[in-house]
Structures are given as C-alpha cells and as structure tokens.
C-alpha cells in the first residue's frame, strides 16, 4: 500500500470531522500531521507502529490508524464518523471543487443526502441561494457531477491492462480459444476503456458459451448476450465482451473491430479503401490484410496516425521505450515525494537511464510541501554531493513552478536562474474559462525562464475534466519560446493529449515524456507516455529526452542565456 493510499483514508477521516463541525484547532492538527507525513522520507507500509510513533509530529494515534488501516483498511475513529453519515454524503466529500464544510451545509441546511438529491437541489437552483454558495459553485456542482456520471464504469486502459492479460491467458491456456485478438479501445489502446473486448474463432466461441458461465471470477449478462457475442463482467466491475467471427474472414472483422474510422476510409491504392478491401475479400488475420494488400503491418494503436497508410515508412522513426536516455519531472522527500533525491537516481540508474531531472514543488504548493528559497539552496547542496558520488550518471536541478493567476511563476527571477531546467505547471484555480486560461499559459510560456509546460490542461482523468485552453495557441507559443511540452505520463494525466503531437512536431516543438514520479515505481510509467506519444506519431528526433545526457547539457546550457 503506497503513502497516498494512506493519507487518502486519513483525510477522509479529517474532511468528516469538517463536515460535522468538530473542533477546528483538532482538524488542523490533525491534517498537519498527516501533511507531515511526506515529509519523513519513509514508506508507511514497511515501518512498525513503535517507529512511527517515535518520529516527530506523528504520534500514537495516527500510528495507531496507520497499524490499523494495514489491517482492515480503515481505523475505529473513522469508522464512528462514518456510522453517523450518509453514504451519498461521503460520495459528496469526492466532488472536485467544493469542500466538507459546503458539503455540511448542504446535507444540514437542504437535508440532501444522496447524489441524486444534489443533483436535482442544483438543477432547481436551490443551492445557489444557499449563504455563500452562488451560481457559480452551483455550477461547479453540477458540472462535477456530470463528469462523474459520464465516467461511471470506466477505467483506465493502464488499470485494466493487467487484468486483460490474465483474461487473454485463460481464455487461450485453459479454455483453448484458438484464435484471439483485442479488439475495440483495449487494442487501440484508448486512455480510457468502457470495456474489455476480444474477438475469437467461431468453434473456441462455442465452447466457451458453455465454459465461461462456470468461472466464479465472472459473471455472464445473458440478456446482453447473443448467438455472435458473450457479454459479462470480470470481478464484478469490470464489463467484457467477446465477439466471434469465421475463421476465413477473422481478419476482416478484427481490422473493422479495431481501426478507427479514418484509418477505415483511407485509400491503400487509387480508389480502394480499407473498408473497400473488406468487403471485397476475405482474410484470416489483419497480418494477412497487410501482406496481401502489401503495406507494412500497422498495429491498431498506430492506426490513428495522420497518412500513416501513405507513409507507412514513419512508424520506424516513432519513438519507443528503449530510445528514453533519461527521467524528467520527478518528485522527491524535499515536496511531496516518497523516496529520497538518491534513491530516485540510483532507480533511475537501475533502468538504465543517463540522467535524471529532478522537479519537486515550488512553493506555492503549500499542499505538497513546496520549497522556499532556504529550502532550494539546502537540496541544490545536496545534489551536488549526490552528483560526485553517481558520476557519469547526471542529477539536474529542476523544480515544478507553479503557474499564478496571471500567467508569472511563483520565484524571482534570481532563484529561477538557479535551476537547470523548470517545469511551469498550473495547479490552482482551475475554474477559468478558455481565454483566461489560455491567456496564464501564454504568460508562463513566454517567461524565458520556463523550459518545458507541465500537463497543460491539469486533467485527471476520470475525476476531472481539464480547463479549456486553445491549444494550437498555446504550441504556436511553445513553438516562438522555443519551450517543451510535456505528455504527462501518469496515467491519470496522459497529458498533453495525444491528438495534438502531430500539431506541436509540424511547428517544431520538442515533447518530453515525463513520469511525474512521486514514488520509485512511478518512473515506470514512462511507458504510458510513450503509448500515447506513438499513438500522436512522436518521432524519436523530436522527444527532448531521447537525447544523450550531453546533449541535455548542451541543450539546458545554450538556453540559459
């Protein structure tokens, strides 16, 4: 169990206190010590309840919740508050946007306890009368919860990914489906998937017609299901589909299963289209499609790709998992990190990486236990140190700076040219419609400090949508500042998104594909990056960190200027 697991029960713990108006010097102190908990450089999970009790600022009781959350998952203290609220209430506590205070008013004042009760007391604009509350909270409410509903029973193709493999090996080892293939979003590898869908031969669909309805994992929808498809869920959650097809024309519904549509209406020759090809031929596999048709084979994921048929030769330049040369935009125990500055670089190391940029929190992240200036000159020591014991291996001074209303960052001009590179970020006031927000990021992107934009739109996928921005405003801006984009490669992120890499490389801005790692198993994600950068067609010339650690020097040091 990682740390933020942790301190995401806490806090559920802190915001009920909140929400029944308990003492507030009891809420601070609390929220302080579970603040303090990045700060102790310490996996939660891994230390006895006698060690978290003697590190200061912990205390017995907060030790005593962690022993107890290892255990069941919860803590007998939040258990009580719990008990004495409605479960639609809690659900409220999850709304981006407002918090357990507003929430209290609102189950207290309108007695609203469920998630439908809100939603109807917003739309009969009763909680805009509410004593400071309004139209617009109303509307960041109601926004909310339409963005909650839409994403009810997705998930991230990063979460399902492993799930889909094990499906795939009992469906192929144990109950012998003799041709198999992923089909729908799971093969073009969508950031968000609605379900898990396969297709296979007409003979394994039979059997396992009569197999599937034994498994205890899984659950069969027989009235969604059909003589050409089985529809269920796995572990109770997660929906499945698996469609069936002749093995002679397999390769036909696989490609029509899995191609989008612009992919489908492309000429392969003068006057053929894919979809022209389908119905005019049969083909046992998509690999068949390409070999008859003689066209490189095109993997569903990198069917997306602007003229990819007309130039298939592209997908050799695309950037992959080995041309990475180093980690940018990490975390560490200095803001709100797991692991140490050392730790991290020797993880990176363990990877095979050349150099690692360390990125913490600026210090308007008071949230994340962001750096003052003190605090910069301290860590700025202390990679200099670590820099001579890891030589060649190369540590850069990085910090994530917060992006202010007004589009400057959050040091002065003296303490930015301290760092080697700087991510400029946007995590507070996410509320601003399009030209007002777009307006920030061209502020950010023109201070010739900011080297690379940080998530540009602040989406978290599946919790919340990201502000408006114009986009092709904002690379245009990259482009004349000769500043990075990052993809974000947290899988909640996935951001920038893939659909504008095209737009950003035809104007000639460099990506980096940045982990955003605040915990050592987060650099892994860096694959989730590199999914979404070849979905976009990101050619390895134009990924800033496929460049050697020479070349990033060179790079970081002629821009200095």
């Given at each position: 169990?990682?740390n933020?697991?942790?301190?995401?029960?806490?806090?559920?713990y802190?915001?009920?206190?909140?929400l029944?108006?308990?003492?507030?010097?009891?809420?601070?102190?609390?929220?302080?010590?579970?603040?303090?908990?990045?700060k102790?450089g310490?996996?939660?999970?891994?230390?006895?309840?006698?060690?978290?009790?003697?590190?200061?600022g912990?205390?017995?009781?907060?030790?005593a919740?962690?022993?107890?959350?290892?255990?069941?998952?919860s803590?007998p203290?939040?258990d009580?508050?719990l008990?004495?609220?409605p479960?639609?209430?809690?659900?409220?506590?999850?709304?981006k946007?407002?918090?357990?205070k507003?929430v209290?008013?609102?189950w207290?004042e309108?007695g609203?306890?469920?998630?439908?009760?809100l939603?109807k007391?917003?739309?009969?604009g009763i909680?805009?009368?509410?004593?400071?509350?309004g139209e617009?909270?109303q509307?960041?409410i109601?926004?909310?919860?339409d963005y909650?509903?839409?994403q009810?029973?997705?998930?991230?193709y990063a979460?399902?990914?492993?799930?889909?493999?094990?499906?795939e090996?009992?469906?192929?080892?144990?109950?012998?489906?003799?041709?198999?293939?992923?089909?729908?979003?799971l093969a073009?590898?969508?950031d968000?998937?609605e379900?898990?869908?396969?297709l296979?031969?007409?003979?394994?669909?039979?059997?396992?017609?009569q197999e599937?309805?034994k498994?205890?994992?899984?659950s069969?929808?027989?009235?969604?299901s059909?003589?050409?498809?089985?529809?269920?869920?796995?572990?109770g959650?997660?929906?499945f589909?698996i469609?069936?097809?002749?093995s002679?024309?397999?390769?036909?519904?696989?490609?029509?299963?899995?191609?989008?549509?612009?992919?489908?209406?492309?000429?392969i020759k003068?006057g053929?289209s894919?979809?022209?090809?389908?119905?005019?031929?049969?083909?046992?596999?998509?690999?068949?499609?390409?070999?008859?048709?003689?066209?490189p084979?095109i993997d569903?994921?990198l069917r997306?790709i602007?003229?990819?048929l007309?130039?298939p030769?592209q997908?050799?330049?695309?950037?992959?998992?080995?041309?990475?040369k180093?980690?940018?935009?990490?975390h560490?125990?200095?803001?709100?990190?797991q692991?140490?500055?050392e730790?991290m670089?020797?993880a990176?190391?363990?990877?095979?990486y050349?150099y690692?940029?360390l990125s913490?929190?600026?210090?308007?992240a008071?949230?994340?236990?962001?750096?003052?200036?003190?605090?910069?000159?301290?860590?700025?020591?202390?990679?200099?140190e670590?820099?001579?014991k890891l030589?060649?291996?190369r540590?850069?001074?990085?910090?994530e700076?917060?992006?202010?209303n007004?589009g400057?960052?959050?040091?002065?001009?003296?303490?930015?040219?301290s760092?080697?590179f700087?991510?400029?970020?946007?995590?507070?006031?996410?509320?601003?419609d399009?030209?007002?927000?777009?307006?920030?990021l061209?502020?950010?992107?023109?201070?010739?400090?900011?080297t690379?934009?940080g998530?540009p739109?602040?989406?978290l996928l599946l919790?919340?949508e990201?502000?408006?921005i114009?986009?092709k405003?904002v690379?245009?801006?990259?482009?004349s500042?000769?500043?990075?984009?990052e993809?974000?490669?947290?899988p909640?992120?996935?951001?920038?998104?893939?659909?504008?890499?095209?737009y950003?490389q035809?104007k000639?801005?460099?990506?980096a594909i940045?982990p955003d790692?605040?915990?050592?198993?987060?650099?892994d994600?860096?694959?989730?990056?590199?999914?979404?950068g070849?979905?976009?067609?990101?050619?390895k010339?134009?990924?800033?960190n496929?460049?050697a650690?020479?070349?990033v020097?060179?790079?970081?040091?002629?821009?200095k200027?």
């Amino acid at each position: 169990m990682e740390n933020k697991a942790f301190k995401k029960i806490l806090n559920l713990y802190t915001s009920l206190l909140e929400l029944h108006g308990e003492n507030p010097f009891k809420i601070r102190n609390l929220s302080g010590k579970i603040f303090n908990l990045d700060k102790l450089g310490i996996r939660l999970n891994d230390e006895s309840i006698e060690t978290l009790e003697a590190h200061a600022g912990v205390g017995k009781k907060i030790a005593a919740a962690i022993g107890s959350i290892r255990e069941s998952g919860s803590f007998p203290e939040l258990d009580e508050m719990l008990s004495k609220t409605p479960e639609g209430v809690v659900q409220m506590l999850e709304i981006k946007g407002i918090g357990a205070k507003k929430v209290g008013t609102i189950w207290k004042e309108l007695g609203v306890e469920t998630i439908d009760d809100l939603y109807k007391a917003g739309q009969d604009g009763i909680i805009a009368k509410l004593p400071g509350f309004g139209e617009k909270t109303q509307k960041i409410i109601l926004d909310g919860l339409d963005y909650k509903k839409e994403q009810e029973g997705k998930g991230l193709y990063a979460e399902w990914e492993n799930l889909a493999v094990e499906m795939e090996e009992r469906l192929s080892s144990k109950f012998k489906a003799k041709t198999l293939g992923r089909i729908g979003p799971l093969a073009l590898q969508e950031d968000i998937l609605e379900s898990l869908d396969w297709l296979v031969d007409r003979d394994s669909f039979e059997a396992l017609k009569q197999e599937l309805p034994k498994e205890k994992e899984l659950s069969i929808d027989e009235k969604n299901s059909g003589p050409f498809v089985i529809r269920g869920k796995i572990m109770g959650n997660v929906p499945f589909s698996i469609k069936t097809s002749t093995s002679e024309d397999f390769g036909n519904a696989e490609l029509r299963f899995s191609s989008p549509s612009g992919f489908l209406g492309a000429e392969i020759k003068s006057g053929l289209s894919v979809s022209a090809a389908l119905r005019e031929n049969e083909f046992k596999s998509a690999k068949d499609f390409f070999s008859k048709m003689a066209i490189p084979e095109i993997d569903p994921p990198l069917r997306g790709i602007e003229n990819i048929l007309s130039d298939p030769g592209q997908i050799d330049q695309l950037v992959k998992d080995a041309d990475l040369k180093g980690v940018l935009h990490a975390h560490s125990t200095y803001s709100d990190g797991q692991n140490s500055i050392e730790e991290m670089a020797k993880a990176c190391i363990e990877r095979g990486y050349e150099y690692f940029g360390l990125s913490d929190h600026s210090k308007s992240a008071f949230y994340a236990n962001g750096l003052d200036e003190d605090r910069i000159i301290q860590q700025h020591q202390e990679i200099d140190e670590i820099n001579k014991k890891l030589d060649p291996f190369r540590i850069f001074k990085g910090i994530e700076s917060d992006i202010l209303n007004d589009g400057s960052l959050d040091y002065d001009d003296e303490v930015l040219a301290s760092f080697d590179f700087i991510v400029a970020s946007v995590h507070s006031n996410l509320n601003m419609d399009e030209r007002r927000a777009t307006a920030r990021l061209l502020n950010a992107i023109e201070n010739p400090y900011t080297t690379m934009l940080g998530h540009p739109t602040g989406r978290l996928l599946l919790r919340r949508e990201g502000y408006p921005i114009n986009h092709k405003l904002v690379i245009d801006a990259c482009a004349s500042n000769n500043v990075i984009i990052e993809i974000n490669a947290n899988p909640w992120r996935l951001d920038i998104d893939w659909k504008w890499i095209s737009y950003a490389q035809e104007k000639g801005v460099l990506i980096a594909i940045n982990p955003d790692a605040h915990v050592i198993t987060g650099i892994d994600d860096m694959r989730f990056g590199v999914i979404t950068g070849r979905k976009g067609g990101l050619k390895k010339e134009m990924t800033f960190n496929a460049l050697a650690l020479k070349e990033v020097e060179q790079y970081f040091d002629n821009r200095k200027p």
